[in-house]
Protein backbone atom coordinates (compact mmCIF):
# COMPACT_ATOMS: atom_id res chain seq x y z
CA UNK A 1 0.00 0.00 0.00
CA UNK A 2 1.35 3.69 -1.06
CA UNK A 3 1.97 6.06 1.36
CA UNK A 4 -1.07 7.75 -0.05
CA UNK A 5 -3.37 5.36 0.69
CA UNK A 6 -2.11 4.94 4.12
CA UNK A 7 -2.85 8.61 4.58
CA UNK A 8 -6.12 8.83 2.73
CA UNK A 9 -7.68 5.33 4.75
CA UNK A 10 -5.63 6.02 8.30
CA UNK A 11 -4.95 9.51 8.63
CA UNK A 12 -7.60 12.27 7.11
CA UNK A 13 -10.89 9.45 6.74
CA UNK A 14 -10.79 8.63 10.99
CA UNK A 15 -10.05 12.50 11.35
CA UNK A 16 -12.89 13.20 8.94
CA UNK A 17 -15.45 10.88 10.52
CA UNK A 18 -14.42 12.01 14.11
CA UNK A 19 -15.23 15.70 12.93
CA UNK A 20 -18.73 14.69 11.75
CA UNK A 21 -19.67 12.64 14.34
CA UNK A 22 -18.78 15.45 16.81
CA UNK A 23 -20.82 17.69 14.94
CA UNK A 24 -23.61 15.54 14.61
CA UNK A 25 -23.50 15.01 18.46
CA UNK A 26 -23.01 18.67 19.35
CA UNK A 27 -26.06 19.31 17.03
CA UNK A 28 -27.87 16.99 19.26
CA UNK A 29 -27.43 19.05 22.37
CA UNK A 30 -29.10 22.09 20.23
CA UNK A 31 -33.25 23.05 19.76
CA UNK A 32 -34.72 22.70 16.24
CA UNK A 33 -34.92 25.81 14.37
CA UNK A 34 -39.04 24.45 13.27
CA UNK A 35 -39.95 25.65 17.01
CA UNK A 36 -39.18 28.85 16.50
CA UNK A 37 -40.40 28.76 13.41
CA UNK A 38 -43.74 27.89 14.33
CA UNK A 39 -43.44 30.96 16.45
CA UNK A 40 -43.42 33.32 14.17
CA UNK A 41 -46.14 31.61 12.13
CA UNK A 42 -47.99 31.73 15.58
CA UNK A 43 -47.29 35.58 16.41
CA UNK A 44 -48.89 36.44 12.61
CA UNK A 45 -52.11 34.22 12.86
CA UNK A 46 -52.58 36.24 16.38
CA UNK A 47 -52.59 39.19 14.07
CA UNK A 48 -54.59 37.77 11.29
CA UNK A 49 -57.48 37.22 14.31
CA UNK A 50 -57.96 40.61 14.62
CA UNK A 51 -58.82 41.52 10.85
CA UNK A 52 -62.24 43.05 9.89
CA UNK A 53 -62.82 43.08 6.00
CA UNK A 54 -65.91 46.10 5.46
CA UNK A 55 -67.77 43.89 4.72
CA UNK A 56 -68.52 42.21 8.21
CA UNK A 57 -71.58 40.25 7.60
CA UNK A 58 -70.05 38.28 4.73
CA UNK A 59 -70.18 34.53 5.08
CA UNK A 60 -67.79 33.74 2.71
CA UNK A 61 -65.18 35.78 3.80
CA UNK A 62 -65.70 34.40 7.38
CA UNK A 63 -65.25 31.22 6.43
CA UNK A 64 -62.12 31.70 4.41
CA UNK A 65 -60.64 33.55 7.86
CA UNK A 66 -61.61 31.00 9.52
CA UNK A 67 -59.98 27.82 7.14
CA UNK A 68 -56.84 30.22 7.46
CA UNK A 69 -56.63 30.64 11.41
CA UNK A 70 -58.80 27.88 12.74
CA UNK A 71 -61.90 28.46 14.73
CA UNK A 72 -60.01 28.82 17.76
CA UNK A 73 -56.47 31.23 17.38
CA UNK A 74 -56.02 32.24 20.75
CA UNK A 75 -56.27 28.45 22.12
CA UNK A 76 -54.25 27.06 19.74
CA UNK A 77 -51.26 30.01 20.49
CA UNK A 78 -51.28 29.58 24.05
CA UNK A 79 -50.53 25.95 23.71
CA UNK A 80 -47.94 27.06 20.79
CA UNK A 81 -46.16 29.14 23.65
CA UNK A 82 -46.47 26.58 26.46
CA UNK A 83 -45.13 23.98 24.38
CA UNK A 84 -42.21 26.58 23.33
CA UNK A 85 -41.78 27.73 26.89
CA UNK A 86 -41.36 24.15 27.80
CA UNK A 87 -38.41 23.34 25.49
CA UNK A 88 -36.93 26.30 26.52
CA UNK A 89 -36.73 25.75 29.58
CA UNK A 90 -35.53 21.92 29.06
CA UNK A 91 -32.71 23.36 27.38
CA UNK A 92 -31.57 26.17 29.55
CA UNK A 93 -31.55 23.73 32.47
CA UNK A 94 -29.11 21.49 30.00
CA UNK A 95 -27.09 24.48 29.26
CA UNK A 96 -26.46 25.45 33.12
CA UNK A 97 -25.47 22.10 33.98
CA UNK A 98 -22.62 21.78 31.02
CA UNK A 99 -21.88 25.26 32.22
CA UNK A 100 -21.47 23.07 36.42
CA UNK A 101 -19.56 20.56 35.01
CA UNK A 102 -17.15 22.85 32.88
CA UNK A 103 -16.45 24.92 35.75
CA UNK A 104 -15.81 21.91 37.92
CA UNK A 105 -13.37 20.85 35.86
CA UNK A 106 -11.49 24.11 35.60
CA UNK A 107 -11.18 24.43 39.37
CA UNK A 108 -9.72 21.09 39.34
CA UNK A 109 -7.07 21.16 35.94
CA UNK A 110 -3.76 22.48 36.48
CA UNK A 111 -2.62 25.33 34.18
CA UNK A 112 -0.40 24.56 32.58
CA UNK A 113 3.24 25.58 32.40
CA UNK A 114 2.97 27.26 28.78
CA UNK A 115 0.18 28.59 26.65
CA UNK A 116 -1.51 26.10 24.29
CA UNK A 117 -1.73 26.75 20.40
CA UNK A 118 -4.73 27.95 19.32
CA UNK A 119 -7.01 24.92 18.37
CA UNK A 120 -8.30 24.66 14.83
CA UNK A 121 -12.19 26.52 13.98
CA UNK A 122 -13.42 23.60 13.78
CA UNK A 123 -11.87 22.13 17.65
CA UNK A 124 -13.26 24.25 20.34
CA UNK A 125 -10.95 24.98 23.06
CA UNK A 126 -12.78 24.04 27.04
CA UNK A 127 -12.44 28.23 26.94
CA UNK A 128 -14.40 29.05 23.82
CA UNK A 129 -17.18 25.74 24.52
CA UNK A 130 -17.71 27.99 27.57
CA UNK A 131 -18.30 31.00 26.37
CA UNK A 132 -20.40 29.54 24.07
CA UNK A 133 -22.32 27.82 26.50
CA UNK A 134 -22.48 31.01 28.15
CA UNK A 135 -24.35 32.65 25.38
CA UNK A 136 -26.56 30.37 24.42
CA UNK A 137 -27.69 30.65 27.63
CA UNK A 138 -28.62 34.40 27.82
CA UNK A 139 -29.90 34.03 24.47
CA UNK A 140 -32.25 31.34 26.16
CA UNK A 141 -32.87 32.95 29.65
CA UNK A 142 -34.03 36.31 26.95
CA UNK A 143 -35.95 34.00 24.70
CA UNK A 144 -37.70 32.91 27.99
CA UNK A 145 -38.81 36.24 29.74
CA UNK A 146 -39.94 36.98 26.33
CA UNK A 147 -42.17 33.98 25.78
CA UNK A 148 -43.19 34.71 29.55
CA UNK A 149 -44.79 38.18 28.48
CA UNK A 150 -46.31 37.42 25.71
CA UNK A 151 -48.02 33.62 27.29
CA UNK A 152 -48.93 35.81 29.98
CA UNK A 153 -51.10 37.76 27.52
CA UNK A 154 -52.60 35.19 26.05
CA UNK A 155 -54.07 33.75 28.88
CA UNK A 156 -55.66 37.25 30.39
CA UNK A 157 -56.91 37.74 26.65
CA UNK A 158 -59.22 34.57 27.55
CA UNK A 159 -59.76 35.76 31.19
CA UNK A 160 -57.30 33.40 32.80
CA UNK A 161 -55.96 36.45 34.54
CA UNK A 162 -54.71 34.57 37.69
CA UNK A 163 -52.60 32.44 35.40
CA UNK A 164 -51.42 35.12 33.74
CA UNK A 165 -50.70 36.91 37.29
CA UNK A 166 -48.66 33.99 37.93
CA UNK A 167 -46.11 33.79 35.29
CA UNK A 168 -45.67 37.22 35.16
CA UNK A 169 -44.74 37.40 38.59
CA UNK A 170 -42.39 34.44 37.98
CA UNK A 171 -40.55 36.59 35.65
CA UNK A 172 -40.19 39.33 38.04
CA UNK A 173 -38.69 37.30 40.54
CA UNK A 174 -36.23 36.15 38.49
CA UNK A 175 -32.91 38.00 38.98
CA UNK A 176 -30.69 37.09 35.72
CA UNK A 177 -33.14 38.53 33.34
CA UNK A 178 -32.96 41.90 32.19
CA UNK A 179 -34.85 44.86 34.46
CA UNK A 180 -36.80 46.18 31.20
CA UNK A 181 -38.42 42.49 31.00
CA UNK A 182 -39.82 43.00 35.14
CA UNK A 183 -40.86 46.41 34.11
CA UNK A 184 -42.96 45.47 31.79
CA UNK A 185 -44.39 42.15 33.67
CA UNK A 186 -45.41 44.90 36.05
CA UNK A 187 -46.79 47.01 33.70
CA UNK A 188 -49.29 44.47 32.14
CA UNK A 189 -50.24 42.89 35.85
CA UNK A 190 -51.29 46.62 36.75
CA UNK A 191 -53.35 46.77 33.39
CA UNK A 192 -55.13 43.64 33.81
CA UNK A 193 -55.89 44.05 37.58
CA UNK A 194 -58.82 44.60 38.89
CA UNK A 195 -59.14 47.75 39.76
CA UNK A 196 -56.53 48.33 36.90
CA UNK A 197 -53.41 50.02 38.24
CA UNK A 198 -51.24 52.57 35.50
CA UNK A 199 -47.65 52.56 36.29
CA UNK A 200 -45.89 55.86 35.57
CA UNK A 201 -44.37 55.38 31.80
CA UNK A 202 -46.37 52.31 31.07
CA UNK A 203 -46.23 53.05 27.34
CA UNK A 204 -42.47 52.58 26.91
CA UNK A 205 -41.97 49.30 28.12
CA UNK A 206 -44.61 48.26 26.64
CA UNK A 207 -43.75 49.95 23.07
CA UNK A 208 -39.54 48.57 23.61
CA UNK A 209 -40.05 44.77 24.75
CA UNK A 210 -43.01 43.98 23.05
CA UNK A 211 -43.95 43.68 19.91
CA UNK A 212 -46.76 42.74 16.70
CA UNK A 213 -49.94 41.42 18.26
CA UNK A 214 -48.91 41.92 21.90
CA UNK A 215 -47.67 44.98 21.66
CA UNK A 216 -51.07 46.19 20.00
CA UNK A 217 -52.84 44.45 22.55
CA UNK A 218 -51.31 45.90 25.50
CA UNK A 219 -51.90 49.17 24.22
CA UNK A 220 -55.26 48.99 23.50
CA UNK A 221 -55.58 48.09 27.25
CA UNK A 222 -53.62 50.98 28.03
CA UNK A 223 -55.48 53.71 26.07
CA UNK A 224 -58.81 52.51 27.07
CA UNK A 225 -58.08 53.02 31.00
CA UNK A 226 -55.96 56.42 30.09
CA UNK A 227 -59.48 57.30 28.01
CA UNK A 228 -57.02 58.64 25.09
CA UNK A 229 -59.39 58.01 22.24
CA UNK A 230 -57.12 59.84 19.55
CA UNK A 231 -54.05 57.18 20.94
CA UNK A 232 -56.50 54.01 20.89
CA UNK A 233 -58.17 54.91 17.20
CA UNK A 234 -54.86 55.14 15.85
CA UNK A 235 -53.51 51.62 17.39
CA UNK A 236 -57.07 50.06 16.16
CA UNK A 237 -56.12 51.36 12.41
CA UNK A 238 -52.46 49.93 12.84
CA UNK A 239 -53.44 46.83 14.23
CA UNK A 240 -56.21 46.59 11.06
CA UNK A 241 -53.53 47.07 8.39
CA UNK A 242 -51.06 44.65 10.11
CA UNK A 243 -54.11 42.53 10.58
CA UNK A 244 -54.99 42.39 6.65
CA UNK A 245 -51.13 42.16 5.61
CA UNK A 246 -50.68 39.06 7.76
CA UNK A 247 -54.03 37.53 6.47
CA UNK A 248 -52.00 37.61 2.58
CA UNK A 249 -48.93 36.46 4.51
CA UNK A 250 -50.86 33.49 6.05
CA UNK A 251 -52.36 33.07 2.45
CA UNK A 252 -49.32 32.72 0.45
CA UNK A 253 -47.07 30.38 2.96
CA UNK A 254 -49.98 28.61 3.32
CA UNK A 255 -51.57 27.84 -0.14
CA UNK A 256 -48.77 28.13 -2.43
CA UNK A 257 -47.07 24.96 -0.83
CA UNK A 258 -50.52 23.22 -0.15
CA UNK A 259 -51.03 23.23 -3.43
CA UNK A 260 -47.76 22.45 -4.67
CA UNK A 261 -48.05 19.24 -2.24
CA UNK A 262 -51.47 18.04 -3.58
CA UNK A 263 -50.04 18.33 -7.19
CA UNK A 264 -47.20 16.43 -6.22
CA UNK A 265 -49.22 14.16 -4.11
CA UNK A 266 -51.63 13.16 -7.23
CA UNK A 267 -48.14 13.07 -9.13
CA UNK A 268 -47.12 10.05 -6.87
CA UNK A 269 -50.37 8.46 -7.62
CA UNK A 270 -50.37 8.36 -11.50
CA UNK A 271 -46.62 7.75 -11.27
CA UNK A 272 -47.28 4.58 -8.44
CA UNK A 273 -50.59 3.20 -10.91
CA UNK A 274 -48.67 3.52 -14.51
CA UNK A 275 -45.79 1.60 -12.76
CA UNK A 276 -47.89 -1.26 -11.65
CA UNK A 277 -49.95 -1.02 -15.00
CA UNK A 278 -47.32 -0.61 -17.34
CA UNK A 279 -44.18 -2.09 -15.54
CA UNK A 280 -41.19 -1.91 -17.98
CA UNK A 281 -42.43 0.80 -19.87
CA UNK A 282 -43.74 3.34 -17.16
CA UNK A 283 -41.75 7.01 -16.59
CA UNK A 284 -40.80 5.54 -12.93
CA UNK A 285 -39.13 2.37 -14.41
CA UNK A 286 -37.13 5.02 -17.09
CA UNK A 287 -33.83 4.47 -16.44
CA UNK A 288 -33.71 2.90 -13.46
CA UNK A 289 -31.74 -0.60 -14.22
CA UNK A 290 -28.85 1.49 -16.09
CA UNK A 291 -26.09 1.83 -14.05
CA UNK A 292 -23.41 4.60 -14.83
CA UNK A 293 -19.73 3.17 -16.59
CA UNK A 294 -17.55 3.76 -13.81
CA UNK A 295 -13.63 3.37 -14.75
CA UNK A 296 -12.94 4.62 -10.81
CA UNK A 297 -12.90 3.02 -7.39
CA UNK A 298 -13.61 3.37 -4.25
CA UNK A 299 -10.47 5.47 -3.38
CA UNK A 300 -11.10 7.73 -6.18
CA UNK A 301 -14.79 8.36 -4.41
CA UNK A 302 -13.01 8.90 -1.28
CA UNK A 303 -10.64 11.42 -1.80
CA UNK A 304 -13.03 13.15 -3.17
CA UNK A 305 -15.51 13.53 -0.37
CA UNK A 306 -12.38 13.27 2.24
CA UNK A 307 -10.02 15.56 0.93
CA UNK A 308 -12.09 17.88 -1.22
CA UNK A 309 -15.65 17.93 0.89
CA UNK A 310 -14.55 17.60 4.74
CA UNK A 311 -11.16 19.03 4.80
CA UNK A 312 -11.99 21.86 2.92
CA UNK A 313 -15.22 22.48 4.70
CA UNK A 314 -14.26 21.58 8.40
CA UNK A 315 -10.56 22.50 8.21
CA UNK A 316 -8.78 24.43 5.49
CA UNK A 317 -11.48 27.03 5.10
CA UNK A 318 -12.53 27.88 8.66
CA UNK A 319 -9.14 28.55 9.30
CA UNK A 320 -8.55 30.86 6.13
CA UNK A 321 -11.59 32.77 7.22
CA UNK A 322 -10.17 32.94 10.61
CA UNK A 323 -7.21 34.37 9.75
CA UNK A 324 -8.77 37.11 7.67
CA UNK A 325 -9.38 40.76 9.29
CA UNK A 326 -12.58 40.33 10.27
CA UNK A 327 -13.72 42.01 13.26
CA UNK A 328 -15.19 38.99 15.37
CA UNK A 329 -18.21 38.53 16.50
CA UNK A 330 -19.35 39.21 13.06
CA UNK A 331 -22.29 41.69 13.71
CA UNK A 332 -23.19 43.31 10.55
CA UNK A 333 -25.79 40.85 8.30
CA UNK A 334 -24.91 42.07 5.60
CA UNK A 335 -21.19 40.87 6.54
CA UNK A 336 -22.60 38.02 7.40
CA UNK A 337 -24.55 36.88 5.03
CA UNK A 338 -21.21 37.60 2.89
CA UNK A 339 -19.42 35.11 5.42
CA UNK A 340 -21.44 32.61 4.45
CA UNK A 341 -21.15 33.10 0.75
CA UNK A 342 -17.37 33.48 0.86
CA UNK A 343 -16.71 30.59 3.16
CA UNK A 344 -19.59 27.90 0.64
CA UNK A 345 -17.66 29.35 -2.58
CA UNK A 346 -14.53 28.58 -1.17
CA UNK A 347 -16.13 25.00 -0.03
CA UNK A 348 -17.02 24.57 -3.45
CA UNK A 349 -14.16 25.57 -5.83
CA UNK A 350 -11.98 23.54 -3.38
CA UNK A 351 -14.13 20.18 -3.55
CA UNK A 352 -14.62 21.08 -7.92
CA UNK A 353 -10.98 21.26 -8.22
CA UNK A 354 -10.06 18.24 -6.29
CA UNK A 355 -13.17 16.61 -7.87
CA UNK A 356 -11.54 17.67 -11.25
CA UNK A 357 -7.82 16.69 -10.29
CA UNK A 358 -8.99 13.13 -9.31
CA UNK A 359 -10.98 12.07 -12.48
CA UNK A 360 -8.29 14.39 -14.95
CA UNK A 361 -6.60 10.74 -16.10
CA UNK A 362 -9.75 9.26 -16.91
CA UNK A 363 -10.90 11.44 -19.27
CA UNK A 364 -12.66 11.59 -21.77
CA UNK A 365 -15.46 10.18 -19.67
CA UNK A 366 -17.77 7.81 -20.51
CA UNK A 367 -21.49 8.40 -22.20
CA UNK A 368 -24.04 10.23 -19.58
CA UNK A 369 -21.31 11.61 -17.17
CA UNK A 370 -21.96 15.26 -15.44
CA UNK A 371 -24.93 15.37 -18.16
CA UNK A 372 -26.15 19.08 -18.70
CA UNK A 373 -28.42 18.80 -21.65
CA UNK A 374 -30.96 22.45 -22.17
CA UNK A 375 -32.87 21.08 -25.07
CA UNK A 376 -34.65 17.91 -22.83
CA UNK A 377 -37.50 18.00 -20.70
CA UNK A 378 -35.43 18.61 -17.41
CA UNK A 379 -37.55 21.70 -16.59
CA UNK A 380 -40.80 19.08 -16.34
CA UNK A 381 -38.73 16.66 -14.23
CA UNK A 382 -37.24 19.69 -11.75
CA UNK A 383 -40.79 21.10 -10.99
CA UNK A 384 -42.51 17.51 -11.05
CA UNK A 385 -39.91 16.41 -8.39
CA UNK A 386 -40.51 19.32 -6.23
CA UNK A 387 -44.04 19.16 -6.10
CA UNK A 388 -44.04 15.31 -4.94
CA UNK A 389 -41.00 16.04 -2.78
CA UNK A 390 -43.14 18.46 -1.17
CA UNK A 391 -45.69 15.72 0.94
CA UNK A 392 -43.27 13.10 1.27
CA UNK A 393 -40.82 15.39 2.95
CA UNK A 394 -44.01 17.07 5.56
CA UNK A 395 -44.73 13.45 6.48
CA UNK A 396 -41.30 12.42 7.06
CA UNK A 397 -40.48 15.41 8.86
CA UNK A 398 -43.95 15.06 11.09
CA UNK A 399 -42.28 11.42 12.00
CA UNK A 400 -39.05 12.89 12.30
CA UNK A 401 -40.12 16.12 15.04
CA UNK A 402 -42.01 13.26 16.91
CA UNK A 403 -38.38 11.22 17.38
CA UNK A 404 -36.46 14.19 18.39
CA UNK A 405 -39.23 16.58 20.61
CA UNK A 406 -37.00 19.41 19.64
CA UNK A 407 -33.53 18.73 19.72
CA UNK A 408 -31.36 17.70 17.09
CA UNK A 409 -30.15 21.38 15.84
CA UNK A 410 -30.61 22.98 12.15
CA UNK A 411 -28.90 24.78 9.53
CA UNK A 412 -27.95 28.53 11.37
CA UNK A 413 -28.43 29.98 7.91
CA UNK A 414 -32.27 29.29 8.23
CA UNK A 415 -32.37 31.33 11.84
CA UNK A 416 -29.80 34.40 9.93
CA UNK A 417 -32.73 34.81 6.93
CA UNK A 418 -35.50 34.35 9.38
CA UNK A 419 -34.46 37.53 11.29
CA UNK A 420 -32.73 39.31 8.63
CA UNK A 421 -35.05 41.87 7.04
CA UNK A 422 -32.28 43.46 5.07
CA UNK A 423 -32.68 43.48 1.33
CA UNK A 424 -28.84 43.10 0.23
CA UNK A 425 -28.30 40.39 2.86
CA UNK A 426 -31.29 38.44 2.01
CA UNK A 427 -30.26 38.27 -2.34
CA UNK A 428 -26.88 37.17 -0.60
CA UNK A 429 -28.52 34.25 1.38
CA UNK A 430 -30.55 33.43 -1.86
CA UNK A 431 -27.56 33.22 -4.25
CA UNK A 432 -25.86 30.92 -1.66
CA UNK A 433 -29.15 28.74 -1.02
CA UNK A 434 -30.84 28.99 -4.17
CA UNK A 435 -27.96 29.14 -6.73
CA UNK A 436 -24.32 28.05 -5.37
CA UNK A 437 -25.59 25.26 -3.35
CA UNK A 438 -27.71 23.63 -5.86
CA UNK A 439 -24.96 23.77 -8.44
CA UNK A 440 -22.29 22.42 -6.13
CA UNK A 441 -24.31 19.83 -4.14
CA UNK A 442 -25.85 18.66 -7.08
CA UNK A 443 -22.63 17.95 -9.25
CA UNK A 444 -20.97 16.46 -5.87
CA UNK A 445 -23.92 14.05 -4.65
CA UNK A 446 -25.98 13.41 -7.81
CA UNK A 447 -23.72 13.94 -10.55
CA UNK A 448 -20.43 11.93 -8.54
CA UNK A 449 -21.24 10.42 -6.00
CA UNK A 450 -24.48 8.39 -6.80
CA UNK A 451 -23.08 6.90 -10.38
CA UNK A 452 -19.99 5.69 -8.39
CA UNK A 453 -22.08 4.18 -6.73
CA UNK A 454 -23.24 2.20 -9.25
CA UNK A 455 -20.17 0.36 -9.60
CA UNK A 456 -20.71 -1.52 -6.97
CA UNK A 457 -24.51 -1.20 -5.67
CA UNK A 458 -27.61 -1.11 -7.95
CA UNK A 459 -29.23 2.10 -8.80
CA UNK A 460 -31.71 2.14 -5.88
CA UNK A 461 -29.29 0.90 -3.71
CA UNK A 462 -26.44 3.99 -4.76
CA UNK A 463 -29.80 6.27 -4.72
CA UNK A 464 -30.02 5.66 -1.27
CA UNK A 465 -26.49 5.67 -0.15
CA UNK A 466 -25.55 8.83 -1.48
CA UNK A 467 -29.22 10.41 -0.29
CA UNK A 468 -28.13 9.51 3.28
CA UNK A 469 -24.48 10.78 2.78
CA UNK A 470 -26.06 14.04 1.37
CA UNK A 471 -28.37 14.20 4.56
CA UNK A 472 -25.29 13.55 7.01
CA UNK A 473 -23.02 16.06 5.24
CA UNK A 474 -25.99 19.01 6.50
CA UNK A 475 -24.64 17.81 9.97
CA UNK A 476 -27.49 18.28 11.83
CA UNK A 477 -29.10 14.87 12.91
CA UNK A 478 -32.86 16.42 13.24
CA UNK A 479 -32.58 17.04 9.88
CA UNK A 480 -31.13 13.91 8.48
CA UNK A 481 -34.40 11.55 7.85
CA UNK A 482 -35.92 14.73 6.00
CA UNK A 483 -32.94 15.61 4.11
CA UNK A 484 -32.46 11.93 3.53
CA UNK A 485 -36.37 11.36 1.70
CA UNK A 486 -35.35 14.78 -0.38
CA UNK A 487 -32.15 13.64 -1.31
CA UNK A 488 -34.30 10.04 -2.64
CA UNK A 489 -36.55 11.85 -5.29
CA UNK A 490 -33.40 14.36 -6.32
CA UNK A 491 -31.78 11.08 -6.87
CA UNK A 492 -35.04 9.28 -8.65
CA UNK A 493 -35.24 12.33 -10.86
CA UNK A 494 -31.89 12.49 -11.52
CA UNK A 495 -31.24 8.90 -12.14
CA UNK A 496 -34.32 8.80 -14.40
CA UNK A 497 -33.68 12.26 -16.46
CA UNK A 498 -29.74 11.95 -16.86
CA UNK A 499 -29.55 15.44 -16.70
CA UNK A 500 -28.19 17.60 -13.83
CA UNK A 501 -30.44 20.07 -14.55
CA UNK A 502 -33.24 18.73 -13.26
CA UNK A 503 -31.91 18.16 -9.60
CA UNK A 504 -30.43 21.50 -9.70
CA UNK A 505 -33.79 23.12 -10.26
CA UNK A 506 -35.34 20.50 -7.89
CA UNK A 507 -32.94 21.74 -5.61
CA UNK A 508 -32.87 25.53 -6.42
CA UNK A 509 -37.28 25.33 -5.70
CA UNK A 510 -36.64 23.51 -2.18
CA UNK A 511 -34.15 25.99 -1.04
CA UNK A 512 -36.30 29.46 -2.81
CA UNK A 513 -39.54 28.03 -0.99
CA UNK A 514 -37.82 27.49 2.38
CA UNK A 515 -36.43 31.26 1.73
CA UNK A 516 -39.54 32.93 0.68
CA UNK A 517 -41.13 31.07 3.70
CA UNK A 518 -38.83 33.10 5.82
CA UNK A 519 -38.66 36.20 4.50
CA UNK A 520 -42.15 36.34 5.01
CA UNK A 521 -42.84 34.80 8.41
CA UNK A 522 -39.95 37.33 9.31
CA UNK A 523 -41.14 40.16 7.96
CA UNK A 524 -42.93 42.71 9.89
Not at 109 to 115: A, V
Not at 169 to 192: K, M
Not at 316 to 331: A, G, K, M
Not at 463 to 469: A, F, V
Request: hydrophobic share 50%; proline share 6%; aromatic share 10%.
Amino acid sequence: MTLKRLVLFFVMTPIAVLLAVSALFGSWQEPQFQSRLELYQTNIALQAQAWQSEDSGDDKLQAIQEAILGEQPLESATKQYQEARQSVQANLDKVNNKLAQLRSQAEITPTPPKPLPDAPPTIKTPKQGQQQLQQSFKQLQKLLAELDLRLGILQAQQGQTDTAFKTWSELQQRSDINPGFGETAAVLTGLWSNPPRILPNAQEPIQKNLEGWFRSTALVKLYQLQQRQDALLAVKAAQQESSAQAVVKLAVIGTIPTLAALIGLILLILLFAQRLLKGKASLLAQNADIPWSTPWGGETVLQVFIIGFFFMGQIFVPLVISLLPIPRPIVDVRLQAFSVLVSYFLVALGALLVLYFSLKRFFPLPEFWFRFRFQDNWFLWGLGGYCTALPVVVVVSLINQQLWQGQGGSNPLLQLALESQDSIALGIFFSTAAIAAPFFEEILFRGFLLPSLTRYLPVWGSILISSLLFAIAHLSLSEILPLTALGIVLGVVYTRSRNLLAPMLLHSLWNSGTLLSLFILGST
